[in-house]
């Protein structure tokens, strides 16, 4: 039995290690490192290996993990039960950390922090400048404090979501730090249900007047 359970290990192991990025993988990640306009050619070739290697590692774990392998239950925070979305993010978020470490060490070493964080903008198809500039569109006035603390709650879903496969894997990351900054919000003394509500009607009211103006 003892030699069935190492071989089984075994066989697991070599899978894992035989996942290697495919074309449409190493194509998407060249041309994320030619944005960068590095002009090292050595540079970019070690660069594009971690990105697609990362992506690799995603896809995979993604594939071989979907939302079916989490029980349907429910959500111990509201009660609700768990959408295929929340057993997705659950079954995906279970990604060895050791991935993201890889990723994030292998991208530290040749690029600086800006240029690591365009990277991280190219995963999540630049989510975090997209939506500060709707907090900016809501509440008029917002400080400084409020600007850095929202910006610092969108980084960290950003470098959360470049471990999820799909434009709505990385959308439902983000919800979970909007909802944090609106809670945020609301603790600072703002009611985001009644700023959120004045934007609407505000959209609302420009495109009624943009109709009568033609």
């Given at each position: 039995?003892?030699?069935?359970?190492?071989?089984?290990?075994?066989?697991?192991?070599?899978?894992?290690?035989?996942?290697?990025p495919?074309?449409?993988?190493e194509?998407?990640?060249?041309?994320?490192?030619?944005?960068?306009?590095?002009?090292?050619?050595?540079?970019?070739?070690?660069?594009?290996t971690?990105?697609?290697?990362?992506?690799?590692?995603?896809?995979?774990w993604?594939?071989?993990?979907p939302?079916?392998?989490?029980?349907?239950?429910?959500?111990?925070?509201?009660?609700?039960?768990?959408?295929?979305?929340?057993?997705?993010?659950?079954?995906?978020?279970?990604?060895?950390?050791?991935?993201?470490?890889?990723?994030?060490?292998?991208?530290?070493?040749?690029?600086?922090?800006?240029?690591?964080?365009?990277?991280?903008?190219?995963?999540?198809?630049?989510?975090?400048?997209?939506?500060?500039?709707?907090?900016?569109?809501?509440?008029?006035?917002?400080?400084?404090?409020?600007?850095a603390t929202?910006?610092?709650?969108?980084?960290?879903?950003?470098?959360?979501?470049?471990?999820?496969?799909?434009?709505?894997?990385?959308?439902?990351?983000?919800?979970?730090?909007?909802?944090?900054?609106?809670?945020?919000?609301?603790?600072?003394?703002?009611?985001?249900?009644?700023?959120?509500?004045?934007?609407?009607?505000?959209?609302?009211?420009?495109?009624?007047?943009?109709?009568?103006g033609?």
């Amino acid at each position: 039995m003892k030699h069935v359970t190492l071989l089984l290990l075994l066989a697991a192991t070599l899978t894992a290690g035989a996942q290697t990025p495919d074309s449409s993988t190493e194509k998407r990640a060249a041309s994320w490192v030619a944005s960068l306009q590095l002009n090292d050619a050595a540079k970019e070739a070690r660069i594009t290996t971690v990105i697609a290697t990362h992506l690799t590692r995603v896809r995979d774990w993604n594939n071989e993990h979907p939302y079916t392998t989490v029980p349907a239950g429910i959500d111990p925070a509201t009660g609700k039960p768990l959408s295929a979305m929340d057993r997705t993010i659950i079954a995906c978020s279970a990604l060895p950390h050791t991935a993201h470490d890889s990723l994030m060490a292998g991208l530290r070493k040749d690029l600086t922090e800006d240029q690591v964080e365009l990277i991280l903008d190219k995963y999540t198809i630049g989510k975090v400048a997209f939506t500060l500039n709707g907090y900016k569109a809501i509440v008029h006035d917002l400080t400084p404090q409020e600007e850095a603390t929202i910006l610092a709650n969108l980084k960290q879903a950003r470098e959360q979501a470049v471990d999820f496969k799909n434009v709505k894997e990385v959308s439902a990351i983000f919800e979970i730090y909007k909802t944090k900054n609106e809670q945020y919000l609301n603790s600072n003394g703002r009611n985001w249900h009644e700023l959120f509500k004045a934007y609407v009607n505000e959209q609302k009211a420009k495109k009624a007047a943009a109709k009568q103006g033609k």
